[in-house]
Protein backbone atom coordinates (compact mmCIF):
# COMPACT_ATOMS: atom_id res chain seq x y z
CA UNK A 1 0.00 0.00 0.00
CA UNK A 2 1.34 3.29 -1.05
CA UNK A 3 1.33 5.59 1.65
CA UNK A 4 1.39 9.44 1.35
CA UNK A 5 3.75 12.03 2.52
CA UNK A 6 3.56 14.62 4.44
CA UNK A 7 4.00 16.85 2.24
CA UNK A 8 1.89 15.20 -0.47
CA UNK A 9 -1.10 14.88 1.86
CA UNK A 10 -0.97 18.20 2.98
CA UNK A 11 -1.20 19.64 -0.55
CA UNK A 12 -3.66 17.23 -1.62
CA UNK A 13 -5.77 18.63 1.36
CA UNK A 14 -5.34 22.06 0.52
CA UNK A 15 -5.92 21.26 -2.86
CA UNK A 16 -9.45 19.42 -2.02
CA UNK A 17 -10.23 22.84 0.05
CA UNK A 18 -9.80 25.04 -3.10
CA UNK A 19 -11.36 22.94 -5.41
CA UNK A 20 -14.44 22.90 -2.97
CA UNK A 21 -14.19 26.41 -2.68
CA UNK A 22 -13.93 26.71 -6.47
CA UNK A 23 -16.98 25.22 -6.78
CA UNK A 24 -18.88 26.95 -4.35
CA UNK A 25 -17.69 30.22 -5.92
CA UNK A 26 -18.36 28.47 -9.39
CA UNK A 27 -21.95 28.01 -9.24
CA UNK A 28 -22.83 30.67 -6.29
CA UNK A 29 -21.62 32.79 -9.46
CA UNK A 30 -23.75 31.47 -12.00
CA UNK A 31 -26.86 31.31 -10.19
CA UNK A 32 -26.88 34.79 -8.84
CA UNK A 33 -26.04 35.39 -12.93
CA UNK A 34 -28.85 33.15 -14.09
CA UNK A 35 -31.15 34.83 -11.97
CA UNK A 36 -30.60 38.55 -13.20
CA UNK A 37 -30.38 37.02 -16.74
CA UNK A 38 -26.65 37.69 -17.18
CA UNK A 39 -24.54 34.94 -18.75
CA UNK A 40 -20.75 35.02 -17.83
CA UNK A 41 -18.05 32.99 -19.39
CA UNK A 42 -16.60 30.17 -17.47
CA UNK A 43 -13.03 31.27 -17.51
CA UNK A 44 -13.94 34.62 -16.66
CA UNK A 45 -16.00 33.16 -12.87
CA UNK A 46 -13.22 31.07 -12.40
CA UNK A 47 -10.52 33.68 -12.80
CA UNK A 48 -12.53 35.92 -10.47
CA UNK A 49 -12.49 33.36 -7.66
CA UNK A 50 -8.92 33.09 -7.58
CA UNK A 51 -8.78 35.99 -7.55
CA UNK A 52 -10.83 36.80 -4.83
CA UNK A 53 -9.42 33.46 -2.92
CA UNK A 54 -6.30 35.82 -1.23
CA UNK A 55 -8.52 39.16 -0.66
CA UNK A 56 -11.19 36.67 1.06
CA UNK A 57 -8.44 34.81 3.24
CA UNK A 58 -7.32 38.49 4.14
CA UNK A 59 -10.56 39.45 4.98
CA UNK A 60 -11.51 36.77 7.50
CA UNK A 61 -8.10 37.22 9.52
CA UNK A 62 -9.33 40.95 9.75
CA UNK A 63 -12.78 39.82 10.85
CA UNK A 64 -11.37 37.29 13.30
CA UNK A 65 -8.69 39.94 14.78
CA UNK A 66 -11.33 42.14 15.49
CA UNK A 67 -13.88 39.36 16.46
CA UNK A 68 -11.20 38.35 19.45
CA UNK A 69 -10.47 42.12 20.35
CA UNK A 70 -14.11 42.90 20.74
CA UNK A 71 -14.21 39.39 23.00
CA UNK A 72 -11.05 40.53 25.24
CA UNK A 73 -12.55 43.60 25.64
CA UNK A 74 -15.84 42.25 26.65
CA UNK A 75 -14.01 40.09 29.41
CA UNK A 76 -11.81 43.13 30.47
CA UNK A 77 -8.73 41.91 28.64
CA UNK A 78 -6.51 42.55 26.23
CA UNK A 79 -4.62 40.54 23.36
CA UNK A 80 -1.44 39.08 24.19
CA UNK A 81 1.07 41.10 22.13
CA UNK A 82 1.92 40.17 18.58
CA UNK A 83 5.51 40.30 17.05
CA UNK A 84 6.04 42.46 14.57
CA UNK A 85 7.70 41.07 11.61
CA UNK A 86 9.00 42.68 8.81
CA UNK A 87 7.85 40.00 5.86
CA UNK A 88 3.89 39.06 5.57
CA UNK A 89 3.14 36.17 7.92
CA UNK A 90 5.99 36.61 9.84
CA UNK A 91 8.00 34.18 7.72
CA UNK A 92 11.38 36.49 9.13
CA UNK A 93 10.52 35.47 12.42
CA UNK A 94 9.85 31.62 11.42
CA UNK A 95 13.42 31.82 10.15
CA UNK A 96 14.82 33.47 12.82
CA UNK A 97 13.39 30.58 14.85
CA UNK A 98 15.29 27.72 12.35
CA UNK A 99 18.31 29.36 12.35
CA UNK A 100 18.36 29.55 16.26
CA UNK A 101 18.03 25.38 15.61
CA UNK A 102 21.14 25.51 13.36
CA UNK A 103 22.96 28.07 14.18
CA UNK A 104 22.04 29.76 17.55
CA UNK A 105 22.04 29.27 21.25
CA UNK A 106 18.64 28.49 23.19
CA UNK A 107 16.12 30.80 23.54
CA UNK A 108 17.79 33.12 20.46
CA UNK A 109 14.91 35.70 18.84
CA UNK A 110 12.84 34.89 21.46
CA UNK A 111 14.72 36.90 23.96
CA UNK A 112 14.60 39.62 22.28
CA UNK A 113 11.03 39.23 21.91
CA UNK A 114 10.39 39.11 25.39
CA UNK A 115 12.59 42.85 25.96
CA UNK A 116 10.48 44.39 23.53
CA UNK A 117 6.59 42.69 24.46
CA UNK A 118 7.59 41.20 28.05
CA UNK A 119 7.35 37.40 29.02
CA UNK A 120 3.95 36.49 26.93
CA UNK A 121 4.02 37.43 23.40
CA UNK A 122 2.46 35.88 20.01
CA UNK A 123 4.86 35.28 17.67
CA UNK A 124 1.97 34.92 15.20
CA UNK A 125 3.33 32.85 12.41
CA UNK A 126 1.23 32.71 8.87
CA UNK A 127 -1.58 34.58 10.34
CA UNK A 128 -1.83 31.50 13.08
CA UNK A 129 -1.48 32.16 16.86
CA UNK A 130 1.77 30.94 18.43
CA UNK A 131 1.94 32.10 22.10
CA UNK A 132 5.08 32.27 23.81
CA UNK A 133 5.27 32.62 27.82
CA UNK A 134 7.74 32.62 30.85
CA UNK A 135 5.66 33.82 32.96
CA UNK A 136 5.62 31.54 36.10
CA UNK A 137 1.87 31.62 36.73
CA UNK A 138 1.00 31.13 32.97
CA UNK A 139 3.04 28.16 32.76
CA UNK A 140 0.73 27.59 36.36
CA UNK A 141 -2.12 27.78 35.00
CA UNK A 142 -0.99 25.50 31.74
CA UNK A 143 0.06 22.27 33.87
CA UNK A 144 -2.21 22.49 37.50
CA UNK A 145 -4.72 25.49 37.58
CA UNK A 146 -5.75 24.97 33.96
CA UNK A 147 -4.99 21.48 32.99
CA UNK A 148 -8.40 20.31 31.54
CA UNK A 149 -8.54 23.48 29.30
CA UNK A 150 -4.73 22.56 27.96
CA UNK A 151 -4.09 19.29 26.22
CA UNK A 152 -1.50 18.50 23.46
CA UNK A 153 -4.00 18.71 20.93
CA UNK A 154 -4.39 17.48 17.51
CA UNK A 155 -1.95 19.76 15.93
CA UNK A 156 1.07 18.13 17.79
CA UNK A 157 -0.16 14.83 17.65
CA UNK A 158 -0.03 15.26 13.89
CA UNK A 159 3.54 16.90 13.59
CA UNK A 160 4.97 14.23 16.20
CA UNK A 161 2.51 11.18 15.55
CA UNK A 162 5.30 9.20 13.19
CA UNK A 163 7.47 9.29 16.16
CA UNK A 164 5.99 8.95 19.28
CA UNK A 165 2.66 7.64 18.12
CA UNK A 166 0.14 7.03 20.91
CA UNK A 167 2.50 7.28 23.82
CA UNK A 168 1.70 9.15 26.96
CA UNK A 169 3.94 12.29 25.64
CA UNK A 170 1.14 12.86 22.59
CA UNK A 171 -2.17 11.56 23.82
CA UNK A 172 -4.95 13.12 26.04
CA UNK A 173 -8.36 12.48 27.74
CA UNK A 174 -8.56 8.77 28.52
CA UNK A 175 -5.42 7.55 26.05
CA UNK A 176 -2.99 9.98 28.47
CA UNK A 177 -5.09 8.46 31.67
CA UNK A 178 -4.30 4.64 30.28
CA UNK A 179 -0.66 5.48 29.86
CA UNK A 180 -0.61 6.87 32.81
CA UNK A 181 -2.02 4.04 35.21
CA UNK A 182 0.01 1.49 33.74
CA UNK A 183 3.21 2.91 33.93
CA UNK A 184 2.57 4.34 37.84
CA UNK A 185 3.53 1.58 39.70
CA UNK A 186 6.50 0.69 38.18
CA UNK A 187 8.61 3.93 39.60
CA UNK A 188 7.42 3.08 43.32
CA UNK A 189 9.96 3.58 45.47
CA UNK A 190 11.19 0.13 46.15
CA UNK A 191 11.78 0.19 42.24
CA UNK A 192 13.36 3.47 41.52
CA UNK A 193 15.63 2.57 44.60
CA UNK A 194 17.05 -0.84 44.02
CA UNK A 195 20.56 -0.02 42.64
CA UNK A 196 21.67 -3.42 41.37
CA UNK A 197 20.72 -1.86 37.82
CA UNK A 198 22.65 1.33 38.11
CA UNK A 199 25.95 -0.12 40.17
CA UNK A 200 26.19 -2.88 36.86
CA UNK A 201 26.32 -0.18 34.70
CA UNK A 202 28.09 2.49 36.55
CA UNK A 203 30.63 0.26 36.99
CA UNK A 204 30.97 -0.28 33.19
CA UNK A 205 30.98 3.10 32.56
CA UNK A 206 33.85 4.20 35.34
CA UNK A 207 36.16 1.28 33.63
CA UNK A 208 35.86 2.18 30.29
CA UNK A 209 36.74 5.86 31.20
CA UNK A 210 39.96 4.65 32.65
CA UNK A 211 40.86 2.30 29.28
CA UNK A 212 39.87 5.61 26.94
CA UNK A 213 42.36 7.60 29.92
CA UNK A 214 45.16 5.10 29.52
CA UNK A 215 45.12 5.17 25.82
CA UNK A 216 46.34 9.13 26.26
CA UNK A 217 42.65 10.04 24.80
CA UNK A 218 39.74 12.34 26.48
CA UNK A 219 36.21 11.10 26.62
CA UNK A 220 33.08 12.08 24.97
CA UNK A 221 31.51 12.07 28.20
CA UNK A 222 27.89 13.31 27.14
CA UNK A 223 28.31 9.43 24.68
CA UNK A 224 29.33 7.89 27.34
CA UNK A 225 26.31 8.68 29.36
CA UNK A 226 24.02 8.48 26.40
CA UNK A 227 24.83 4.68 26.45
CA UNK A 228 24.68 4.53 30.52
CA UNK A 229 21.39 5.54 30.24
CA UNK A 230 20.17 3.60 27.52
CA UNK A 231 21.48 0.42 28.93
CA UNK A 232 19.94 1.14 32.34
CA UNK A 233 16.47 2.05 31.29
CA UNK A 234 16.64 -1.09 28.66
CA UNK A 235 17.47 -2.76 31.55
CA UNK A 236 14.96 -1.57 33.81
CA UNK A 237 12.04 -1.49 31.31
CA UNK A 238 12.98 -4.61 29.53
CA UNK A 239 14.75 -6.65 32.57
CA UNK A 240 17.58 -6.67 29.68
CA UNK A 241 20.00 -3.98 28.81
CA UNK A 242 21.06 -3.42 25.00
CA UNK A 243 24.73 -3.26 26.13
CA UNK A 244 25.80 -0.14 24.26
CA UNK A 245 28.20 0.52 25.96
CA UNK A 246 29.93 -2.50 25.07
CA UNK A 247 30.59 -0.69 21.75
CA UNK A 248 33.91 0.95 21.74
CA UNK A 249 33.82 4.67 22.49
CA UNK A 250 34.39 7.30 19.77
CA UNK A 251 37.59 8.92 19.42
CA UNK A 252 38.22 12.90 19.33
CA UNK A 253 38.39 14.07 15.49
CA UNK A 254 41.99 14.82 15.85
CA UNK A 255 43.05 11.51 17.15
CA UNK A 256 45.37 9.35 15.68
CA UNK A 257 43.80 6.21 16.20
CA UNK A 258 39.82 6.69 15.33
CA UNK A 259 36.78 3.71 15.63
CA UNK A 260 37.27 0.74 13.27
CA UNK A 261 33.76 -0.35 12.28
CA UNK A 262 34.75 -3.97 11.67
CA UNK A 263 35.86 -3.67 15.36
CA UNK A 264 32.57 -3.63 16.69
CA UNK A 265 30.16 -6.28 17.80
CA UNK A 266 26.95 -6.71 16.01
CA UNK A 267 25.13 -5.69 19.19
CA UNK A 268 26.98 -3.09 19.71
CA UNK A 269 26.80 -1.63 15.88
CA UNK A 270 23.13 -2.01 16.31
CA UNK A 271 23.26 0.29 19.80
CA UNK A 272 25.25 2.71 18.27
CA UNK A 273 22.77 2.79 15.06
CA UNK A 274 19.52 2.91 17.50
CA UNK A 275 21.47 5.88 19.26
CA UNK A 276 21.79 7.54 16.26
CA UNK A 277 18.22 7.04 14.71
CA UNK A 278 16.69 8.33 18.20
CA UNK A 279 18.46 11.42 18.41
CA UNK A 280 17.69 12.05 14.48
CA UNK A 281 14.05 11.61 14.94
CA UNK A 282 13.80 13.92 17.76
CA UNK A 283 15.93 16.42 15.26
CA UNK A 284 12.99 16.34 12.79
CA UNK A 285 10.10 16.56 14.90
CA UNK A 286 11.82 19.35 16.76
CA UNK A 287 12.08 21.37 13.57
CA UNK A 288 8.27 20.81 12.49
CA UNK A 289 7.45 22.21 15.28
CA UNK A 290 8.91 25.26 14.59
CA UNK A 291 7.81 25.42 11.08
CA UNK A 292 4.54 25.20 12.25
CA UNK A 293 1.18 24.29 10.24
CA UNK A 294 3.71 24.75 7.37
CA UNK A 295 6.79 22.07 7.82
CA UNK A 296 4.76 19.20 5.70
CA UNK A 297 6.07 21.64 2.63
CA UNK A 298 9.49 20.69 4.09
CA UNK A 299 8.22 16.78 3.41
CA UNK A 300 7.12 16.75 0.15
CA UNK A 301 9.12 13.72 -1.27
CA UNK A 302 9.19 12.08 1.58
CA UNK A 303 8.41 11.62 5.35
CA UNK A 304 11.93 12.34 7.28
CA UNK A 305 11.38 9.93 10.04
CA UNK A 306 10.82 7.10 7.93
CA UNK A 307 14.59 6.27 7.67
CA UNK A 308 15.31 6.75 10.89
CA UNK A 309 12.43 5.31 12.74
CA UNK A 310 13.04 1.73 10.79
CA UNK A 311 15.88 1.53 12.53
CA UNK A 312 14.44 2.40 16.25
CA UNK A 313 11.18 -0.16 15.23
CA UNK A 314 13.72 -2.71 14.18
CA UNK A 315 15.34 -2.63 17.78
CA UNK A 316 12.16 -2.25 19.79
CA UNK A 317 9.72 -4.47 17.88
CA UNK A 318 11.40 -7.96 18.36
CA UNK A 319 11.57 -7.08 21.71
CA UNK A 320 8.19 -6.53 22.51
CA UNK A 321 7.03 -9.68 19.61
CA UNK A 322 9.20 -12.06 22.36
CA UNK A 323 7.33 -10.45 25.23
CA UNK A 324 4.06 -10.88 23.47
CA UNK A 325 4.29 -14.62 22.56
CA UNK A 326 5.68 -15.60 26.03
CA UNK A 327 2.48 -13.54 27.22
CA UNK A 328 0.31 -15.88 25.30
CA UNK A 329 2.14 -18.97 25.97
CA UNK A 330 2.43 -19.01 29.94
CA UNK A 331 -0.78 -17.03 30.98
CA UNK A 332 0.18 -17.14 34.26
CA UNK A 333 3.73 -15.74 33.89
CA UNK A 334 3.00 -12.67 35.72
CA UNK A 335 1.34 -14.77 39.12
CA UNK A 336 4.79 -16.82 38.66
CA UNK A 337 7.02 -13.96 38.86
CA UNK A 338 5.12 -12.74 41.68
CA UNK A 339 5.28 -16.06 43.61
CA UNK A 340 9.75 -16.08 42.81
CA UNK A 341 9.92 -12.75 44.32
CA UNK A 342 8.49 -13.74 47.78
CA UNK A 343 6.78 -10.93 48.01
CA UNK A 344 8.88 -8.49 46.14
CA UNK A 345 7.87 -6.86 42.66
CA UNK A 346 10.22 -7.14 40.20
CA UNK A 347 8.23 -6.38 37.11
CA UNK A 348 9.16 -4.40 34.11
CA UNK A 349 7.03 -1.63 32.91
CA UNK A 350 6.78 -3.98 29.98
CA UNK A 351 5.23 -6.95 32.56
CA UNK A 352 2.92 -4.28 32.94
CA UNK A 353 2.00 -2.96 30.00
CA UNK A 354 1.20 -6.50 29.01
CA UNK A 355 -1.21 -6.64 31.87
CA UNK A 356 -3.33 -4.06 29.89
CA UNK A 357 -2.78 -4.80 26.58
CA UNK A 358 -1.15 -7.05 23.73
CA UNK A 359 -1.56 -4.71 20.82
CA UNK A 360 2.35 -4.21 19.90
CA UNK A 361 1.59 -0.43 18.27
CA UNK A 362 0.35 0.45 21.56
CA UNK A 363 3.26 -1.13 23.48
CA UNK A 364 5.94 0.13 20.92
CA UNK A 365 5.15 3.73 21.44
CA UNK A 366 4.41 3.47 25.36
CA UNK A 367 8.49 2.37 24.96
CA UNK A 368 10.07 4.76 22.54
CA UNK A 369 7.92 7.60 25.23
CA UNK A 370 9.52 6.63 28.27
CA UNK A 371 13.06 5.89 27.02
CA UNK A 372 13.42 9.02 25.60
CA UNK A 373 12.12 10.13 29.27
CA UNK A 374 14.49 7.96 30.57
CA UNK A 375 17.29 7.86 28.30
CA UNK A 376 18.33 11.57 27.09
CA UNK A 377 16.91 13.98 29.81
CA UNK A 378 19.00 12.17 32.29
CA UNK A 379 22.06 11.71 29.90
CA UNK A 380 21.73 15.66 29.12
CA UNK A 381 21.55 16.37 32.90
CA UNK A 382 24.58 14.19 33.79
CA UNK A 383 26.64 15.76 30.17
CA UNK A 384 25.86 19.44 31.52
CA UNK A 385 26.34 18.38 35.31
CA UNK A 386 29.85 17.28 34.45
CA UNK A 387 30.51 20.28 32.01
CA UNK A 388 29.82 22.75 34.89
CA UNK A 389 32.04 20.72 36.98
CA UNK A 390 35.26 21.13 35.03
CA UNK A 391 34.87 24.50 34.90
CA UNK A 392 34.30 25.51 38.83
CA UNK A 393 36.59 23.30 40.48
CA UNK A 394 35.66 24.92 43.95
CA UNK A 395 32.55 22.93 43.47
CA UNK A 396 33.58 19.81 42.10
CA UNK A 397 36.40 19.79 45.66
CA UNK A 398 33.67 20.04 47.45
CA UNK A 399 30.89 17.80 46.05
CA UNK A 400 33.79 14.96 46.29
CA UNK A 401 34.24 16.23 50.04
CA UNK A 402 30.71 15.25 50.69
CA UNK A 403 30.75 12.28 49.12
CA UNK A 404 33.82 10.62 51.02
CA UNK A 405 32.31 11.89 54.15
CA UNK A 406 28.78 10.64 53.82
CA UNK A 407 29.79 7.23 51.47
CA UNK A 408 33.55 6.72 51.42
CA UNK A 409 35.83 6.08 48.76
CA UNK A 410 34.89 2.90 47.81
CA UNK A 411 31.55 2.17 49.23
CA UNK A 412 28.01 1.34 47.05
CA UNK A 413 25.59 4.21 47.98
CA UNK A 414 22.38 3.62 49.41
CA UNK A 415 19.08 5.39 49.24
CA UNK A 416 19.92 6.65 52.58
CA UNK A 417 23.29 7.81 51.52
CA UNK A 418 21.52 9.57 48.38
CA UNK A 419 19.45 11.82 50.85
CA UNK A 420 22.29 12.61 52.92
CA UNK A 421 24.07 14.37 50.20
CA UNK A 422 22.32 17.57 50.37
CA UNK A 423 25.27 19.25 48.18
CA UNK A 424 24.69 16.63 45.56
CA UNK A 425 21.53 17.86 45.27
CA UNK A 426 21.76 21.35 45.15
CA UNK A 427 24.47 20.75 42.26
CA UNK A 428 22.10 18.37 40.04
CA UNK A 429 19.29 21.08 40.79
CA UNK A 430 21.97 24.33 39.89
CA UNK A 431 22.15 22.32 36.72
CA UNK A 432 18.61 21.54 35.69
CA UNK A 433 17.54 25.31 36.60
CA UNK A 434 20.41 26.93 33.78
CA UNK A 435 20.23 23.71 31.55
CA UNK A 436 16.37 21.47 32.02
CA UNK A 437 16.77 18.85 29.82
CA UNK A 438 13.94 19.36 28.06
CA UNK A 439 14.27 23.62 27.50
CA UNK A 440 10.36 23.84 25.45
CA UNK A 441 7.51 22.45 25.54
CA UNK A 442 4.16 23.11 23.75
CA UNK A 443 0.15 22.92 25.07
CA UNK A 444 -3.08 23.75 22.80
CA UNK A 445 -6.04 25.67 24.86
CA UNK A 446 -9.50 24.10 24.51
CA UNK A 447 -11.39 26.61 25.74
CA UNK A 448 -10.94 30.56 25.74
CA UNK A 449 -9.29 31.45 28.68
CA UNK A 450 -7.94 35.01 30.89
CA UNK A 451 -4.45 34.59 32.35
CA UNK A 452 -2.56 37.63 34.36
CA UNK A 453 -0.76 40.17 33.02
CA UNK A 454 2.76 40.37 33.64
CA UNK A 455 2.48 44.00 33.86
CA UNK A 456 0.08 44.51 36.83
CA UNK A 457 -0.65 47.94 35.39
CA UNK A 458 -2.22 46.53 32.38
CA UNK A 459 -5.75 44.25 31.52
CA UNK A 460 -5.48 40.73 31.69
CA UNK A 461 -4.18 38.81 28.76
CA UNK A 462 -6.75 37.19 26.39
CA UNK A 463 -6.20 33.28 24.88
CA UNK A 464 -8.89 32.33 22.38
CA UNK A 465 -10.11 28.54 22.17
CA UNK A 466 -7.91 26.54 20.43
CA UNK A 467 -4.12 28.18 20.66
CA UNK A 468 -0.79 26.67 20.44
CA UNK A 469 1.41 28.35 23.58
CA UNK A 470 4.85 27.61 24.61
CA UNK A 471 5.86 27.86 27.21
CA UNK A 472 10.08 27.46 28.39
CA UNK A 473 11.71 26.69 31.39
CA UNK A 474 15.31 27.17 30.04
CA UNK A 475 14.50 31.32 29.64
CA UNK A 476 12.20 31.29 32.56
CA UNK A 477 14.66 29.70 34.84
CA UNK A 478 17.56 32.29 34.21
CA UNK A 479 15.01 35.06 34.84
CA UNK A 480 16.86 37.86 36.66
CA UNK A 481 13.62 38.96 38.33
CA UNK A 482 12.91 35.52 39.18
CA UNK A 483 16.21 34.47 40.47
CA UNK A 484 17.91 37.36 41.74
CA UNK A 485 21.01 39.36 39.74
CA UNK A 486 23.38 36.10 39.38
CA UNK A 487 20.49 34.24 37.75
CA UNK A 488 22.65 33.51 35.27
CA UNK A 489 25.95 32.45 37.20
CA UNK A 490 26.27 28.41 38.36
CA UNK A 491 26.06 28.39 41.81
CA UNK A 492 24.63 25.36 43.76
CA UNK A 493 24.50 26.99 47.49
CA UNK A 494 21.40 29.09 46.08
CA UNK A 495 19.50 26.03 46.89
CA UNK A 496 20.68 26.07 50.54
CA UNK A 497 21.18 29.48 51.80
CA UNK A 498 18.81 32.50 51.72
CA UNK A 499 18.13 32.82 47.84
CA UNK A 500 15.74 29.22 48.28
CA UNK A 501 13.28 31.02 50.40
CA UNK A 502 13.51 34.69 48.64
CA UNK A 503 12.67 33.34 45.30
CA UNK A 504 12.20 29.33 44.96
CA UNK A 505 9.96 28.92 47.84
CA UNK A 506 8.11 31.74 47.48
CA UNK A 507 7.36 30.72 43.86
CA UNK A 508 7.97 26.61 43.03
CA UNK A 509 6.55 27.40 39.30
CA UNK A 510 9.84 29.45 38.95
CA UNK A 511 11.68 26.19 38.67
CA UNK A 512 10.11 23.33 36.70
CA UNK A 513 12.95 20.67 35.24
CA UNK A 514 10.08 17.68 35.88
CA UNK A 515 7.24 19.62 34.79
CA UNK A 516 4.38 19.87 37.39
CA UNK A 517 0.51 18.96 37.69
CA UNK A 518 -1.04 15.98 36.76
CA UNK A 519 1.71 15.68 33.90
CA UNK A 520 4.44 15.83 36.56
CA UNK A 521 6.94 13.34 35.69
CA UNK A 522 6.68 10.11 37.31
CA UNK A 523 10.25 8.95 37.02
CA UNK A 524 11.45 12.37 39.05
CA UNK A 525 13.01 10.30 41.65
CA UNK A 526 14.47 7.45 39.46
CA UNK A 527 16.00 10.30 37.51
CA UNK A 528 17.53 12.25 40.88
CA UNK A 529 18.49 8.14 41.86
CA UNK A 530 20.31 7.19 38.92
CA UNK A 531 22.32 11.46 38.59
CA UNK A 532 23.26 11.18 42.12
CA UNK A 533 24.32 7.42 41.77
CA UNK A 534 26.38 7.76 38.63
CA UNK A 535 28.21 11.30 40.28
CA UNK A 536 29.28 9.41 43.73
CA UNK A 537 30.59 6.35 41.45
CA UNK A 538 32.54 9.36 39.42
CA UNK A 539 34.16 11.77 42.01
CA UNK A 540 34.98 8.46 44.66
CA UNK A 541 37.09 7.33 41.47
CA UNK A 542 38.29 10.97 39.58
CA UNK A 543 39.57 13.86 41.68
CA UNK A 544 39.72 16.33 38.80
CA UNK A 545 38.38 16.88 35.47
CA UNK A 546 38.68 19.17 32.63
CA UNK A 547 37.50 20.28 29.26
CA UNK A 548 39.37 18.82 26.17
CA UNK A 549 38.15 22.00 23.79
CA UNK A 550 40.81 20.94 20.92
CA UNK A 551 39.06 18.22 20.68
CA UNK A 552 35.38 19.52 19.56
CA UNK A 553 34.73 19.21 16.01
CA UNK A 554 35.64 23.11 14.51
CA UNK A 555 32.47 23.15 12.78
CA UNK A 556 30.66 21.92 16.62
CA UNK A 557 32.56 24.97 18.92
CA UNK A 558 30.68 28.07 19.71
CA UNK A 559 31.23 30.35 17.51
CA UNK A 560 33.48 33.40 18.42
CA UNK A 561 31.34 36.51 17.94
CA UNK A 562 29.05 34.74 20.87
CA UNK A 563 31.89 36.34 23.52
CA UNK A 564 30.29 39.30 22.34
CA UNK A 565 26.57 38.53 23.58
CA UNK A 566 24.89 38.98 27.03
CA UNK A 567 24.88 36.57 29.38
CA UNK A 568 26.36 32.70 29.52
CA UNK A 569 25.88 32.91 25.49
CA UNK A 570 29.65 34.68 25.90
CA UNK A 571 31.09 32.48 28.20
CA UNK A 572 30.25 29.29 26.44
CA UNK A 573 33.01 26.29 26.35
CA UNK A 574 30.28 23.99 24.24
CA UNK A 575 27.19 24.84 22.56
CA UNK A 576 24.71 24.06 23.98
CA UNK A 577 21.62 23.11 21.26
CA UNK A 578 18.59 21.01 21.26
CA UNK A 579 15.81 18.63 19.45
CA UNK A 580 13.29 17.62 22.48
CA UNK A 581 15.84 17.81 24.83
CA UNK A 582 19.37 19.75 25.60
CA UNK A 583 22.84 18.35 24.12
CA UNK A 584 26.55 19.65 23.77
CA UNK A 585 26.79 19.98 20.16
CA UNK A 586 29.64 18.01 19.38
CA UNK A 587 29.91 15.85 22.29
CA UNK A 588 31.44 16.91 26.06
CA UNK A 589 35.16 15.64 25.58
CA UNK A 590 36.77 15.54 29.34
CA UNK A 591 39.89 14.56 31.01
CA UNK A 592 40.02 13.14 34.34
CA UNK A 593 42.70 12.29 36.91
CA UNK A 594 42.26 8.52 39.14
CA UNK A 595 42.09 9.74 42.38
CA UNK A 596 45.49 8.50 44.09
CA UNK A 597 44.08 5.73 47.23
CA UNK A 598 45.58 8.84 50.12
CA UNK A 599 43.23 11.02 48.08
CA UNK A 600 40.37 9.09 48.48
Not at 36 to 47: E, G
Not at 174 to 180: A, E, L
Request: aromatic share 12%.
Amino acid sequence: MTVLTPGVAFLGRGFACFSMYLSTAYYGTVKIAESQDVSLPTWTVIAGAVVAAPVLGRLYVVYRNYSRRRRAAQLGARLVPKCQGKVPGNLDIMKISLDSIAFGYPGDGLNQFAEEYGPCYDLYLMHTELFVTTQPEHIKAILANEFHNFQKGPKFYVTMGSVLGTGVFNSDGDMWKFHRTITRPVFARERVSDFDIFDRHAAQVVLKIKERLNEGYPVDFQDVMLRFTLDTATDFLFGSSVDALSAGFSYPHNASRRNVESEQSASAKAADEFSWAFAKCQEIIAVRERMSWMWPLAEIRRDLTEVPMKIVKSYIEPIVQAAIERKRGEPNIVQVKEEKSAGQDDKTLLDYLLQSTTDPTVLRDEILNIMIAGRDTTASTLTWCIYLLSQHRNVLERLRAEILEKVGPMRRPDFDDLKELKYMRAVINETLRLYPAVPFNVRESINETIWPSPDPSLPPLYLPPGTKVAYSVFMMQRRKDLWGPDAEEFDPDRFLDERLQKYHLKNHFIFLPFNAGPRICLGQQYAYNQMSYMLVRLLQTFSEMSLDLASIPPEAAPPAFWTNSPGRKATEKVWPKLHLTLYANGGLWVNMREAELMEA
